[in-house]
């Protein structure tokens, strides 16, 4: 993973953690059919990245994982009353979504920890450092995004059939 150079000192918390940036292009691209494998991957990478976390601590973490985004887009369309799939998405916009997803998935996190997995002792501190990392993953998501979409109407400019 991209954080894993900047760890913070929990075990659990990237200071950039990319997927969250996928689970949002993902959700704005595919919608609903994207949820399974939003879970699928986050129960993979937890699998791979956490082997100490038991299979029903890992199912609970996942699913929060793969529904924190879809949760937080259908809450900024409801309440700023746009469109995220518009492609005039302004960037203020696209901040409003990356705060919003940042905070809803760490307070879902940070819940599922103190209600379910207490053993892990998440604090207030962990909650600070995973809505840090999220909103890192989300821009260079979208950083990411915007080069590879600019680097295709150059090439697309280029080349005339």
Not at 137 to 153: D, M
């Amino acid at each position: 993973m991209i954080g894993h150079d900047f760890r913070t000192h929990n075990f659990y918390i990237d200071l950039v953690f990319l997927p969250s940036g996928l689970r949002i292009l993902g959700f704005l691209i595919w919608r609903e059919k994207v949820i399974p494998g939003l879970f699928l991957g986050a129960l993979l990478t937890n699998f791979i990245y956490h082997p100490d976390l038991a299979l029903p601590e890992n199912i609970v973490i996942s699913a929060t994982s793969a529904y924190s985004g879809p949760l937080t887009c259908y809450l900024v369309e409801y309440f700023k009353k746009t469109n995220l799939l518009s492609t005039s998405l302004k960037f203020s916009e696209l901040i409003y979504l990356c705060v919003t997803y940042a905070f809803i998935n760490a307070l879902l996190h940070f819940l599922e920890f103190i209600l379910f997995l207490q053993h892990l002792k998440f604090s207030w501190k962990h909650f600070v450092e995973m809505f840090i990392g999220d909103i890192n993953g989300i821009l260079v998501a979208i950083i990411i995004l915007k080069t590879f979409i600019y680097c295709l109407k150059l090439t697309s400019k280029h080349h005339h059939f």
